[in-house]
């Protein structure tokens, strides 16, 4: 939520409720079941768990849980290797972040919907907390068994601990999310409405969520009925948006401009705005990481200041050589540079796809009409420091001295084509900044991903970010629709929800009508042209970096084989047993009564 107005409980008391807390032997929990016998404990644990939001979405692990290891990214510089990223190791003591995080809010719901009942409010306020409630519930389940199929499954509000339990069928987890999210929908309102202001709930959004369920099942169950519910769901959201007050922006890129990311084509976020009940860091103090900061515009970020000397050249070997006087400093418009992850931009050498790479041979593979590159990823670095660069300085290969002027001259470029001269040199033409073409990107360099900047931090531009993350934009209702629908057998129908996602891409503000008439016919598809793989590609170019490159892969059953067409550090260990995580070794160390919890075959 942007706000909440009423009463916030501090969710510290919270965050020791929970099914990670139950198998302690001793209950940490201050809170007891008379906590929810009022409206503001009611309205309390709500907004505690969508706090608990924030504790994953935009937070380093639990991005790199999302992403890392599929045919998107590779790693950057400054990963820190880890088996997230190759898959090799990959165990029940390093994956899992949101493990308690999840059912520390599930509890926290159960409490809430068990108690809420009888709480003295109008029945309409009511009913819209408890719709809240619901819908928080089956969107924590809906993560859960997406991410480790079989789970502990539990309606019930748990305050005796226990050091038994046990994992229930997936079938039945998606019986529950369905019919909260059923039952959610029902009882939200079209739009935001007080307390839960911002990008909150609605019923667009359980609505949303309902059809990706229906889809997600209708994959692990083949089941064509999940398939039309999913496809008839997003079409009916379509159809609806006037009602709802969403819509696309014409322009892709301003679906990403700060200033829209509470407009029409956001649906649900996790808040991260500068309020002592939600920023968990000391403004100016530039935090690095921890519980609830949003770190997401720096985690493919190129190290730019100490990787972008004027006077770098390509060695006998090919590879890009950092010399001279770094052309940038770090600054907020360009971000932090961690480094994490990278577009997978290295050429295949061999297979199906030998001699491409799936950045720009696959997914971003029509950049003169698509607009979507461009407003995803930095390509031109403008000088933010002053840097004098001598005719004889080492490595200057140029013959000329010159200074570079802040604001106007380029620092560095990363043209999507390879550039005679480079780096050095545009052909004979000397470039005052360096010039990086794909054949030069390595895990210190490559355009790095620019939607999630957020350039106003204040004082300290190594603050984490006050933006929110996005988690649902309208354009992805037209994905799941197509995606269904194609599963469904109506391709057609397909074709049509695709075209409307390629035809806005191929707008731009700098084009005449007539330009932008002729790219969106370029951007049409046909109904032949739709497979699970090209809508697997439609959504790289639409949601690249926005946290479920993983879960769409395993979505469709086509993680292992993908990442083993175009991930050259993850195919070597890839195996089918991936598509489902290592239980975290706390749950099994845990459960000491009665059965062994059981670990996911093959960890």
């Known amino acids: 939520m942007k ?48 706090n608990l939001t924030r504790n994953q979405w935009g937070t380093e692990g639990f991005s790199s849980e999302m992403q890392a290891g599929t045919d998107e990214f590779i790693q950057g510089a400054s990963s820190g290797g880890g088996p997230v990223h190759t898959f090799n190791g990959l165990n029940a003591s390093n994956f899992g972040s949101a493990w308690g995080t999840s059912f520390v ?10 108690f809420g009942q009888s709480i003295d409010l109008p029945a309409a306020t009511k009913n819209q907390y408890l ?25 019930d509000f748990i305050t005796v ?84 007050g969403l819509d696309l922006w014409q322009d892709f890129g301003d679906a990403f401009v700060p200033a829209n990311d509470y407009g029409k084509e956001t649906m649900f976020v996790s808040d991260h705005v500068l ?14 990481g921890g519980d609830g900061q949003n770190l997401t515009p720096w985690f493919a970020n190129w190290n730019y200041p100490n990787n972008s000397g004027v006077n770098s050249f390509v ?92 604001g106007v001259d380029t620092a560095v470029w990363l043209p999507d084509f390879e550039v005679a001269g480079a780096p050095q040199f545009v052909g004979t033409r000397p470039f005052k900044g360096i010039v990086a073409p794909p054949s030069t990107w390595n895990a210190n360099l490559y355009p790095a991903i620019k939607k999630h900047m957020d ?66 016919t370029a951007m049409t598809i046909q109904a032949s042209d739709v497979t699970v793989d090209f809508i697997l590609d439609e959504r790289s170019r639409e949601l690249f970096g926005e946290w479920m490159r993983n879960q769409d892969l395993v979505r469709t059953k086509s993680l292992v084989r993908r990442v083993k067409a175009w991930n050259p550090e993850a195919a070597p260990y890839i195996q089918d ?3 489902l995580r290592p239980i975290p070794q706390t749950q099994i160390d845990r459960t000491v009564e009665g059965p062994k919890f059981p670990q996911n075959t093959g960890y």
Not at 24 to 47: D, R
Not at 382 to 399: P, Y
Request: charged share 15%.
């Open 105 to 114: 809010a599930i509890n926290t719901l159960n409490g809430v919907l068990k």
């Open 3 to 50: 706000k909440i107005n009423f009463a916030i409980v501090v969710f510290t008391l919270l965050s020791c409720l929970g099914c990670n807390k139950v198998l302690e032997e001793q209950p940490q929990s201050q809170i007891v079941p008379s906590y929810f016998n009022s409206p503001a404990g009611v309205l309390g644990g709500i907004a505690g768990v969508y």
């Open 455 to 520: 350039p106003s931090r204040g004082t300290n531009f190594n603050d984490p970010s006050t933006r929110p993350v996005v988690l649902t934009r309208f354009a992805e209702v037209y994905l799941v629709g197509a995606e269904a629908y194609l599963m469904a057998g109506d391709k057609v129908k397909a074709a049509e929800l695709l075209n409307v996602i390629r035809q806005r891409a191929a707008y731009r503000k700098t084009n005449t009508a007539a330009q932008n008439t002729a790219a969106a």
């Open 161 to 244: 601990p226990s050091q038994s339990a046990k994992r229930d069928p997936a079938t039945e987890v998606y019986k529950l999310i369905i019919q909260d999210l059923t039952e959610a929908a029902a009882g939200l309102p079209d739009k935001p409405t007080a307390p839960f202001l911002g990008k909150a709930a609605t019923k667009p959004v359980a609505l949303f969520f309902l059809a990706k369920a229906y889809l997600t099942r209708g994959w692990l169950t083949n089941s064509q009925a999940d398939f039309a519910q999913a496809a008839k769901i997003s079409s009916d959201l379509i159809a609806a948006k006037a009602t709802y």
């Open 315 to 406: 060695n006998a070997s090919g590879v890009l050589v950092n010399s001279g006087t770094s052309g940038m400093i770090r600054d907020s418009y360009y971000g932090r540079p961690y480094a994490r992850i990278r577009p997978n931009s290295v050429k295949q050498t061999t297979g199906e796809f030998a001699g491409k790479n799936y950045f720009l041979d696959q997914a971003f593979v029509k950049r003169d009409v698509d607009s979507r590159f461009a407003n995803t990823f930095y390509t031109v670095y403008i000088a933010n420091t002053a840097v004098t660069n001598t005719a004889t300085a080492a490595n200057n290969k140029r013959g000329i001295g010159y200074t570079t002027q802040i």
């Open 275 to 288: 309020d002592a009940k939600f920023g968990l860091y000391s403004v100016g103090g530039g935090a690095s």
């Open 577 to 579: 047993f991936h598509v």
């Open 131 to 155: 719709s809240q409630a619901k819908f928080l519930r089956a969107f924590w389940y809906f993560y859960l068994v997406q991410t480790w199929g079989d789970i502990p499954l539990s309606t």
